[in-house]
C-alpha cells in the first residue's frame, strides 16, 4: 500500500514538472463544476496503477513510456476542452434567458454610446455622369449592453454572427446610400465578440454605391470631396448617441488606388440631423480626391491642340488654291466639334461653364477664325477685278481688257470666262512677238512696265494685302494660342486653391 501511494505522488509530479498545464493552467478554469479535477485525479491514478520498474531505463522502454505520456497528455487536454466548451454553451444558453432584444440596454437610463470605425478595403472610382461613387467597406461598431456582463473566464469571446439577431444593436443606415449589399460568399461576412463588461464588438463587410455632390467648374482638374453619412434611424439623441473611435476612426490600406483620381486625405465628423421626429446623431466622413490630368490631356488636349496647329496649314497654301484651303478649313472645323461634344457626352448637363468647356470653345475658335481667315483672302484676291479672270502674264504685259470684254461678249460660247483667256492669252503672244522684233531693230532700252487701268492696280494691291494678312496670320494665330494656353493653365492649375481648402483639418493619406 505505501509503494503504491508513492508511485501515485511520483506520477503526479512527473506530470506537473512535464507539461506545464497538468497543474499550474487549471487556476484559469471557471470555479463552477469539479468535474474536471475529478478528471485529473483518476487520470493520475491510471497513469501510477502499473508502476514502471524501469522507468529510469533507456532505449525502447523509455520512448514507449514517453509516447504514453504524451497520449494521456492529449486525452487530458481534449477532456478539458470538452468541458470549457460545455462550460460556454452553459453560459450563452443561460446569458440570452430572461434577455429582450427589443429593449435598449440603460432603458430609461442614459443613451447608448456607439464608436464607430470604418476600413476602406476597395474603392471603385466615380462616376461623374451619375454623380455617385462605389466603395468597400468593413464597418466596425462597439456598443456596452450591462445585460451580457459576464464573469467567463476568456477576456472575450469569439460568437457566432446569428448571436447578432438575438440581441440589440444599433439602428444604423446610410443617409446617401443609393445601392447597398452583404457580402455572404462563402458565408455571412461578419463577426461579433463578446467582452466581459458588457461591450460588443461588431464588424460586417458592404458594399456601398454613394450619392457624392461633385462641383464641375475644374473638370477636369478638379478636388471632389466625397462623403459617407451614417445616421440613426428610429433612436434619437436621448437614446443612442454615435460616435468615431478616438484611436483610428477612417483606415484606408497603403496600396489603395483609383483609375482616374489621387487619395489625398480624408476628414472626420460629428452631426446632428434635426426633423420632425427629433434629434438623431449622425457621423460624416469625408474622402479627398483629387483627379489626374493623365488621361484627358492624352484623350483631349493634345487632339485639340493638334487640329488647332493643322487649321493653320492653310496660311501656307496658295490663296487661289480655294478648294484645299476650303476643305482643310470645314475639317478641322468639323472635327472639333465632333470632340467637344464626345467630351461632354459624359459629363452631367450642368448650368456652369466647366474648364473643359472653355478649352473647347476657344480652339473652336481658332480654327474657326483661320476658315474665316481664308474667306477674306479670297474675297480680297477676286475684288475689283475685269470681266476676264486674270492671269500673272497680262498683269506683265498690256491686257487689252475692253477688247476682251468686247470679243467675249460676243464668243457664242457658255463658257465666257474661258473665251476671255483665250484671248487674253492671244494678244499677250503677238505683243510678245512684236515686241521682241522691234528690240532687234531699236537699240536696247530698259523694260519699263506698262501703265494699268484703274481695276488692275485695284486688283494687285488687294492681292498684295491679301497676301500680308496671310504672313501676319502665321505668325499670330500661334503667339495668339500660346498666350491664351499660359492664362488657361495658370487659372486652372496654379492659382486655384481649392485643394488647400479642402485639406484643411483633413487627416493626409500617404500612398
Not at 226 to 244: A, Q, R, V
Not at 393 to 417: L, M, V, W, Y
Request: net charge positive; charged share 25%.
Amino acid at each position: 500500500m505505501q509503494r503504491v501511494l508513492i508511485n501515485i505522488l511520483f506520477g503526479i509530479l512527473i506530470i506537473c514538472f512535464t507539461y506545464n498545464d497538468g497543474c499550474m493552467g487549471d487556476y484559469l478554469l471557471p470555479p463552477q463544476s469539479v468535474a474536471e479535477s475529478k478528471v485529473e485525479i483518476e487520470d493520475s491514478v491510471a497513469a501510477t496503477k502499473k508502476p514502471d520498474e524501469n522507468m529510469w531505463e533507456s532505449g525502447k522502454s523509455g520512448k514507449r513510456k514517453y509516447n504514453q505520456n504524451l497520449q494521456m497528455s492529449q486525452t487530458k487536454d481534449a477532456l478539458r476542452q470538452k468541458l470549457r466548451d460545455q462550460n460556454l454553451t452553459n453560459f450563452l444558453d443561460s446569458m440570452l434567458v430572461g434577455y429582450d432584444q427589443r429593449i435598449r440596454p440603460n432603458n430609461n437610463g442614459p443613451p447608448v454610446l456607439t464608436t464607430f470605425q470604418i476600413y476602406v478595403n476597395q474603392f471603385y472610382g466615380l462616376h461623374q455622369e451619375n454623380m455617385d461613387y462605389k466603395i468597400n467597406i468593413f464597418l466596425r461598431l462597439r456598443w456596452n449592453d450591462p445585460r451580457l456582463a459576464h464573469n467567463f473566464t476568456e477576456k472575450e469571446i469569439l460568437l457566432d454572427p446569428s448571436i447578432l439577431g438575438e440581441i440589440w444593436k444599433p439602428d444604423v443606415y446610410f443617409s446617401n446610400e443609393k445601392r447597398a449589399n452583404f457580402h455572404v460568399i462563402t458565408t455571412d461576412n461578419k463577426l461579433v465578440r463578446l467582452f466581459r463588461n458588457g461591450d460588443i464588438y461588431s464588424g460586417i463587410r458592404l458594399t456601398l454605391t454613394l450619392s457624392c455632390n461633385m462641383h464641375l467648374r475644374h473638370f477636369p482638374m478638379d478636388v471632389q470631396i466625397c462623403s459617407i453619412k451614417m445616421e440613426s434611424f428610429g433612436y434619437d439623441m436621448t437614446s443612442l448617441i454615435f460616435d468615431w473611435n478616438a484611436d483610428n476612426a477612417v483606415k484606408l490600406p497603403e496600396t489603395l488606388q483609383l483609375p482616374q483620381f489621387l487619395i489625398r486625405g480624408y476628414r472626420v465628423e460629428k452631426c446632428t440631423k434635426k426633423y420632425d421626429t427629433g434629434s438623431f446623431t449622425c457621423l460624416v466622413a469625408h474622402f479627398i480626391l483629387e483627379r489626374q490630368m493623365g488621361y484627358y490631356f492624352i484623350q483631349m488636349y493634345a487632339p485639340s491642340v493638334l487640329i488647332v496647329i493643322l487649321s493653320w496649314v492653310a496660311f501656307w497654301i496658295n490663296m487661289d488654291a480655294a478648294p484645299a484651303r476650303t476643305a482643310l478649313g470645314i475639317t478641322t472645323v468639323l472635327t472639333m466639334t465632333t470632340e467637344s461634344s464626345g467630351a461632354r457626352a459624359s459629363l452631367p448637363k450642368v448650368s456652369y461653364v466647366k474648364a473643359i468647356d472653355v478649352w473647347y470653345a476657344v480652339c473652336l475658335l481658332f480654327v474657326f477664325a483661320a476658315l474665316l481667315e481664308f474667306a477674306l483672302v479670297n474675297f480680297l484676291s477676286r475684288k475689283a477685278g475685269s470681266f476676264c479672270r486674270p492671269i500673272e502674264r497680262c498683269f506683265h504685259f498690256i491686257t487689252p481688257s475692253e477688247d476682251c470684254e468686247r470679243k467675249g461678249r460676243q464668243a457664242q460660247t457658255t463658257n465666257r470666262i474661258l473665251a476671255c483667256e483665250m484671248v487674253c492669252l492671244q494678244y499677250v503672244v503677238e505683243e510678245s512677238t512684236r515686241k521682241s522684233k522691234e528690240k532687234r531693230i531699236e537699240e536696247p532700252t530698259p523694260d519699263v512696265a506698262p501703265e494699268l487701268t484703274p481695276k488692275e492696280k485695284d486688283r494687285a494691291i488687294n492681292r498684295k494685302r491679301a497676301k500680308q494678312i496671310d504672313n501676319i496670320a502665321r505668325f499670330l494665330f500661334p503667339i495668339s494660342f500660346i498666350i491664351f494656353n499660359s492664362f488657361y493653365w495658370v487659372v486652372y492649375q496654379v492659382a486655384r486653391d481649392d485643394l488647400a481648402t479642402a485639406m484643411k483639418n483633413a487627416t493626409l493619406y500617404f500612398h
